[in-house]
């Protein structure tokens, strides 16, 4: 089982992140932040991840070091579950609509940290929720997963749409690229020998 579990104190927050990357999309969420608790849970079931996230931050504040450090924490936590990276699809990809909303995500589990970031929200709140903390997700992940991560939501009207077809389609570019490719082997993926 590719399993990790990482945590991450600082002045401003405490996080733990475990997770299962040859999970059922099981989640258990505490982050002090409800619609961020929302697309997580998007993540683990799309993803088939099981994923617990504990985290207690400056939310007098704002939410704003919380919803990075949750990216950095769950960023970490997956690439030291994902191990050597022997016999992965490395890329995944998905379409994902939600009424009006459209969003595509692609990955490369690359070792290199690249996010292409192209969404126009139809509002900057989604209720209490600030939707330029997702980008400060997304970047927070990418650069301690050392992924390559391009995300575009094509069309929506709802914000909540929206961002929901975001990490979903998230959720389902991670379980395929994360997936065992029968035809690899325990072949790495590249061929420069290294990931």
């Not at 991450?8 to 961020?36: H, W, Y």
């Not at 997702?134 to 391009?150: I, K, Q």
């Amino acid at each position: 089982m590719r399993t990790a579990q990482v945590s991450r104190n600082t002045l401003e927050t405490q996080i733990t992140v475990s997770l299962s990357l040859d999970g059922t999309g099981v989640s258990k969420l505490a982050t002090g932040v409800p619609f961020l608790d929302h697309m997580l849970d998007q993540i683990a079931r799309h993803g088939l991840i099981d994923l617990d996230i504990q985290a207690k931050g400056d939310l007098h504040i704002d939410a704003h070091h919380t919803v990075e450090d949750t990216g950095i924490t769950l960023g970490q936590a997956f690439a030291r579950a994902l191990g050597d990276k022997r016999g992965i699809r490395r890329y995944g990809h998905a379409y994902v609509p939600l009424d009006e909303a459209l969003s595509r995500v692609v990955i490369d589990l690359s070792g290199r940290p690249g996010l292409e970031y192209h969404v126009d929200y139809t509002r900057a709140r989604i209720g209490e929720f600030d939707v330029d903390l997702f980008l400060e997700f997304f970047r927070g992940f990418v650069n301690h997963a050392g992924v390559t991560l391009h995300i575009d939501n094509l069309r929506g009207i709802n914000a909540h749409h929206q961002a929901e077809t975001i990490f979903k389609a998230f959720g389902r570019a991670l379980r395929m690229a994360v997936e065992a490719d029968p035809r690899m082997g325990d072949v790495l993926p590249s061929t420069k020998g290294a990931l």
